[in-house]
């Protein structure tokens, strides 16, 4: 059974406006939670991170938000720009291991 | 500043065959992970390690060993290889400052097909 799911596979937005990608997970355990982006033919980068004793974090035009209440995660980009396209994975994990288990992706298309 | 170097980046196999992913960072990083993508799925651990010479099985470790050669390289080894191995290999190593979310470095990745 799947503990983090990204439940849409793909978005589509117009430059300028708001991207918002979403993800749940079933462990309430997890005390940590990234969000990582993957262009093609590439490794994933690292974008932002939240631990589970905030609510949100904000990094310039990304911001993640935590509810731990109902055990989702969410990515705002705002403005989107079409150098955003690519595949976001939200990853969470617990203890300081740094082992993660990531959701299935989700391709974000920005259009000009 | 060269960060995760993986090798190779494309490779083909026999099934049965064997070989084996190289994988060293230069960030003096103390952790290294190894995990796989398949299509339409996230990245799974196949095995971390903590430190040179310590190794720990992650979600999915059947058919592979690996080793912790030194603090900058963590190897993959495919012994027999199957066509399920079909898929794409990240390398990745994290600076343990004592707590979880430090974020991991991933390297370019190595596209495996197993005929």
């Known amino acids: 059974d799947q503990q983090v799911k990204q439940n849409s596979p793909s978005l589509s937005v117009q430059e300028g406006r708001i991207s918002i990608l979403n993800c749940d997970y079933t462990?309430?355990?997890?005390?940590?939670f990234l969000w990582y982006k993957k262009y093609p033919a590439e490794g994933p980068t690292f974008l932002i991170s939240?631990?589970?004793?905030?609510d949100k974090n904000e990094d310039g035009r990304f911001t993640v938000f935590l509810n731990k209440s109902a055990k989702h995660l969410s990515l705002h980009i705002v403005p989107s720009q079409p150098g955003d396209s690519a595949v976001y994975f939200c990853?969470?994990?617990?203890?300081?291991?740094?082992?993660?288990?990531f959701g299935q992706g989700t391709t974000l298309q920005v259009k000009p | 500043n060269a960060g995760v170097t993986q090798t190779p980046k494309f490779q083909v196999l026999k099934t049965g065959q064997s070989m084996t992913l190289q994988c060293a960072q230069d960030?003096?990083?103390?952790?290294m992970y190894w995990y796989r993508q398949d299509p339409g799925m996230g990245l799974r651990l196949i095995y971390y390690?903590?430190?040179?010479?310590?190794?720990d099985k992650g979600e999915v470790p059947n058919g592979y060993n690996v080793s912790r050669l030194n603090k900058r390289e963590f190897s993959l080894r495919l012994e027999s290889a199957a066509p399920s191995q079909t898929s794409v290999y990240f390398c990745?190593?994290?600076?343990?400052?004592?707590?979880?979310?430090?974020?991991?470095?991933f390297g370019q990745g190595t596209r495996l097909t197993v005929v």
């Open positions: 390690s903590a430190s040179e010479g310590t190794t």
């Open positions: 990745a190593s994290r600076e343990d400052r004592g707590w979880g979310n430090t974020e991991a470095f």
């Open positions: 960030m003096n990083h103390n952790s």
């Open positions: 990853a969470v994990g617990s203890g300081n291991t740094g082992k993660l288990i």
């Open positions: 462990n309430s355990m997890f005390d940590y």
């Open positions: 939240i631990s589970s004793i905030k």
